[in-house]
């Protein structure tokens, strides 16, 4: 029997015995260790890099995301086929800034800008499209609406008439 002149050393290894086997003098075995090393590091700094990247990519994909599904919940709270009703749809009635909004529109669609209306006729526009006005008094709280509506002047003193302005 032949005893062998090759030692083999024992290394834990990510919990794993591994053994190495010495050939030679023991400089050998450092440095075939140190290049083991130095090629680990920079495989270790690579990956460490890349996953740095790919956690950017995923952050930035996400957060486009989330803007989406925010567009997207309100396309269909606008198209009404969302799950949850919009505040604004929960009363067919209009009444406050709503009302501002919906009046000025219809008024600059049907009306234009720089033309007087009386706002008896002006509450008829709405009416007309299908609209309903909230309140007690719903020709009352028309008035008090577009009275107070930004881009709004009344003509004249006390003559029921508004137009809209230019800007």
Known sequence: MRLSTRSLIPIRVHGYLVCVELNGSRGDLESSLRSEYELLFARVEAQREQSDRLRALAD???????RDEHLLAELAGALGIASQLRIENLSPR???????EVALQVLRAEWGADREIHYRAWYELLVEQGHKIGGKDPVATFLAQVHRAPGVVGVGRRSGKYRLTTT
């Open 94 to 100: 209009l009444r406050g800034q709503r009302l501002q």
């Open 60 to 66: 930035a994909v996400e957060e486009r995301t989330q």
